[in-house]
Each structure stands twice: as C-alpha cells, then as structure tokens.
Nanobody, 121 residues
Framework: QVQLVESGGGLVQAGGSLRLSCAVS????????MGWYRQAPGKQRELVAH????????NYADSVKGRFTISRDGAKNTLYLQMNSLKPEDTAVYYC??????????????WGQGTQVTVSS
C-alpha cells in the first residue's frame, strides 16, 4: 500500500512563502501523476497543481499560476509545492495525491493526510 506523508504547512503572513513536501513510500516513479489539492472550510476540494512524473510536465490552477511551483525529486521520492506570494485566500488544508495507471489489479489513487496552510492578512 502506497503511503503519502505531507509536511511543511503552517501559519504565514500574506506575501510570504512556504514549501510543502510529500514523501512517497517506495519509488515516486511507480506513480504516473501526482498533484496537490486544497480544501478551504465550506468549499469543495480543488486541484492546485499536478505533474506528470515521467516527463515533469506540469499544470496549475489559474489562481496559483506564477506563484506556486510543483516539482518532484526522484532521489528523495518526494513531491514539493513551493508557494510564494501567499494570499489569505490560499488558506486551506493541502492534500498530496498520487495516481497509478494500470489494470484493475495495479491501478491506484492515493491521498495524504493533509497539512494546514493559514495565511494571515
């Protein structure tokens, strides 16, 4: 069973930065797509950014483009989200997600436990 362990959340002032990490049990290259989602109180969970593990191609929500950067480190089996120029509306619980393509026996969709990010104005 794949486990994802997030870290790096916290309280930061508007305009500040945080870096989230998501450690993957096993090889990160066993996953096909990984991403960061967030859920604010009273709102639905939304995609923040995702990355294709094999080639490193990325995609971002419009609300974070130019401020957030998703990346992966194969040597450390870790996914990152660098968040700059944080705004109060970025306040949410951030979740790491990993998707493995394949047949019914091998595919999987995995979630971390979430890490709280709070941005004060």
């Amino acid at each position: 069973q794949v486990q994802l362990v997030e870290s790096g959340g916290g309280l930061v002032q508007a305009g500040g930065s945080l870096r989230l990490s998501c450690a993957v049990s096993g090889s990160i290259f066993s996953m096909n797509v990984m991403g960061w989602y967030r859920q604010a109180p009273g709102k639905q969970r939304e995609l923040v950014a995702h990355i294709i593990i094999a080639d490193g191609s990325t995609n971002y929500a419009d609300s974070v483009k130019g401020r957030f950067t998703i990346s992966r480190d194969g040597a450390k089996n870790t996914l990152y989200l660098q968040m700059n120029s944080l705004k109060p509306e970025d306040t949410a619980v951030y979740y790491c997600n990993a998707v493995k393509w394949g047949d019914s026996m091998s595919r999987g969709n995995y979630w971390g436990q979430g890490t709280q990010v709070t941005v004060s104005s």
